[in-house]
């Protein structure tokens, strides 16, 4: 065994239950979007905060997501270091976003970056979103924009993506793709999957005749229909299923 693979394989020893249990979900939400056909090669990122820290953790960039695990994600600071001794380097386009989600929010447990085409394709579209599906109606509660500025490698852009971003949990990144924010690894997950179904609706349904939109009275009562469809759960109660079906078909995440 390389030293490399050394310390990968010894990281479970060196740290706290908490951070394994975060490693272990996050892991299983990089096997998630491979299993979706999701991923965009190396090139898009998820990243979870470590319990109790301001650091978070992040993919090493290089792999793809069917071969992240607890054990290789890197942890680093919102400076960017490595907090954890680590072969891996890590994506710095994906620094720059995840890093100014993080410093931002107190609540972003969790922050989730897909270059989906249904996602890019509904994010060059001029009106953006559309309320024409039960999936939309979820998402334009708490939905913002965030105008391409080109590869995400400019310190500067991060304080204006803050600023687009705001309290909402829903991004769409123009001409560029999807961003979600949870205060768990499986609320990030379930509003990406919201959001991508709704992307992938638009744009099905813009192939066809005249859309129907649906009404704000409609969606004003949709906060109130999401909590009583999850007996109040949230998303807990669809994220230990996704563990299980991970287990059966790609379990390596656990290691």
Not at 117 to 123: H, R
Not at 244 to 249: E, G, I, N
Request: proline fraction near 4%; aromatic fraction near 8%.
């Amino acid at each position: 065994m390389s030293a490399a693979e050394r310390t990968v394989a010894n990281v479970r020893q060196q740290v706290s239950a908490e951070e394994w249990a975060t490693r272990v979900d996050l892991a299983a939400c990089y096997r998630l979007i491979a299993h979706f056909g999701w991923d965009d090669l190396v090139f898009t990122h998820i990243s979870a905060r470590v319990p109790g820290t301001h650091d978070f953790l992040i993919n090493p960039y290089g792999l793809m997501f069917d071969e992240v695990t607890a054990s290789n994600l890197v942890r680093v600071d919102l400076a960017g270091n490595k907090t954890l001794a680590s072969p891996y380097e890590i994506n710095p386009a994906g620094y720059t976003i995840h890093s100014a989600v993080h410093e931002a929010r107190e609540d972003a447990g969790c922050v989730l970056h897909l270059h989906t085409m249904a996602g890019i394709a509904v994010s060059a579209q001029q009106d953006g979103l559309l309320p024409i599906s039960q999936q939309a109606t979820f998402i334009m509660m708490s939905l913002s924009y965030h105008g391409y500025e080109g590869l995400a490698l400019n310190p500067d852009e991060k304080a204006r993506l803050q600023a687009d971003l705001g309290p909402t949990h829903y991004m769409i990144l123009r001409n560029h793709g999807l961003l979600t924010v949870g205060r768990s690894i499986s609320d990030a997950f379930m509003a990406m999957f919201s959001l991508q179904r709704a992307c992938e609706i638009q744009i099905m349904a813009q192939a066809g005749g005249r859309l129907i939109p649906i009404s704000q009275a409609v969606l004003d009562t949709v906060p109130e229909y999401m909590r009583l469809v999850t007996r109040g759960a949230g998303t807990g109660i669809v994220w230990p299923a996704l563990l299980r079906k991970m287990d059966r078909v790609d379990p390596g995440f656990r290691d």
